[in-house]
């Protein structure tokens, strides 16, 4: 964080001060949540949780350097005590933010959010100092943590936007208010909780009303509901997609024998070829969002398709892809599911099969409400359309509603199979599988199905395990 005196910290969050014997005292390190990450010059921001109170490890953090404690209640330690800590922590955020002048990237949508912006900040770094959110810490906390670790030398503030109702998006707006404005897509995520895509439409387009008059709305413009919200901003708008009226659009879309995705970039600057590291077709759509946002900043079409070829994957769970010394390959995809990004996640699968022995360890997708029994069954029948080799449904209700999609749609019978957790799953597979099998993990991040994925990849081979 920028250097700030304990004193103009108490004035911005409107704290009172205790244990503080040199008010201007500067925190010149980061502001953290998590005492273990307190070091010297920190603030440690004290939220009371379920399980842990934050308080409780004041003196701990105060011994480790850091400077003061944000909290709501004195602690025994320097101190600014507030009303309510998240409040004072989305203060502090707005002012840092405002303070600096950083040009400040939002995105969101209902899939593809953290490759996005894993994308966005690697292909933006290569022009100027980048500041990004970690894996995918897009809320009320998160969202003001990430824009706290900004310094004088960031030039792009790249903070991914989430929402759970109506009103989110605009509350994380005005935390951190965006010059550009990204949404990538309206799919089913949460869609119990919204009770509808319109809904969902209604939440993602608080981003673009939030823009300034000289800002940028960049829409998906193969989604209508995304595309229609072009009459909801004062700014530009930038259409990316492969359609043809995109300003930033792909043209001869394939993938590679291993399933990556290649293409010819098309910006308003020119043309480029891209062929990525990444796996899956669903990558083509966020790369083009990536590549609207670095045209805006003044990017070459040539610059942009360097970048994107040479970006990989920097949060973990999602399409990660290690190739064991016995030559299976396990696809961790297991950080959360829904229905969009199940399919996709499939189609990879299917294309990096390739000839080879394709599983697919499906677990249930939360949060669909009267959707749940449709969309699962939907994957089910999508994995015997795609020729999946072996279903393996992890779980309960929704489990047996997968596999019976499969199995109604193409009598498989011994071909997908459910069964109860993750053990049993990784029982099976170390007792089938076989050398050139791929398999794919994937699931919400509730059911905890990256066990799978880290077991398969340490049940008892030996030699250097080569990731990719």
Excluded: C
């Amino acid at each position: 964080m920028i250097a700030l005196s304990l004193a103009e910290i108490a004035e911005v969050v409107g704290g009172q001060t205790y244990d503080i014997p040199d008010p201007s005292v500067r925190v010149t390190g980061p502001v953290v949540r998590d005492s273990r990450e307190a070091g010297p010059g920190s603030l440690f921001v004290a939220f009371v949780g379920e399980r842990v109170d934050g308080h409780d490890f004041a003196r701990q953090v105060v011994e480790t350097g850091a400077v003061a404690v944000l909290a709501s209640r004195p602690v025994g330690v320097p101190a600014i005590v507030v009303e309510d800590v998240q409040t004072a922590l989305g203060a502090l955020a707005r002012h840092v933010v405002a303070k600096l002048g950083t040009t400040l990237v939002a995105l969101t949508g209902s899939a593809g959010k953290t490759s996005t912006k894993d994308l966005i900040a690697q292909v933006l770094q290569r022009k100027a100092p980048t500041v990004w959110t970690p894996g995918s810490l897009n809320n009320e906390i998160g969202l003001p943590l990430t824009a706290l670790g900004a310094t004088e030398e960031t030039r792009f503030l790249v903070l991914e936007m989430g929402a759970r109702g109506i009103g989110h998006i605009r509350y994380l707006a005005g935390l951190t208010p965006p010059k550009i404005g990204l949404v990538l897509n309206v799919g089913s995520a949460h869609i119990g909780e919204f009770g509808g895509r319109e809904q969902i439409a209604l939440a993602k387009g608080e981003l673009v009303e939030a823009l300034p008059e000289e800002g940028a709305a960049i829409l998906n413009a193969d989604d209508p509901l995304v595309r229609a919200m072009a009459s909801r901003t004062k700014a530009k708008v930038i259409l990316f997609g492969e359609s043809g009226e995109a300003d930033v659009r792909a043209e001869n879309v394939r993938l590679t024998d291993s399933g990556q995705p290649a293409f010819r970039l098309h910006t308003p600057s020119g043309a480029s070829d891209v062929t990525m590291r990444l796996y899956g077709e669903h990558h083509v759509s966020n790369a083009l969002a990536a590549a609207a946002v670095a045209h805006e900043l003044g990017m070459s079409a040539e610059e942009i398709a360097t970048a994107l070829s040479e970006a990989g994957s920097l949060s973990r769970w999602r399409m990660e892809v290690t190739e064991r010394p016995d030559g299976v390959t396990i696809v961790n995809d297991a950080y959360n599911a829904n229905p969009e990004s199940m399919r996709a996640a499939l189609r990879a699968l299917a294309a990096m099969g390739n000839g080879r022995r394709t599983w697919a360890v499906l677990g249930k997708m939360a949060e669909l409400g009267d959707e749940a029994l449709a969309e699962h069954d939907a994957v089910g029948r999508l994995a015997v359309r795609l020729n999946v080799s072996k279903l393996v449904a992890v779980g309960g209700r929704e489990a047996s509603w997968l596999q019976l999609g499969a199995y109604n749609e193409g009598s498989w019978g011994e071909e997908s199979v459910h069964v109860s957790d993750a053990q049993a799953a990784v029982d099976l597979l170390r007792s089938e599988l076989r050398p050139g099998d791929v398999v794919l993990v994937k699931a919400s991040r509730s059911v905890g199905l990256e066990s799978v994925a880290q077991a398969l990849l340490d049940s008892g081979v030996e030699g250097e395990v080569a990731a990719r």
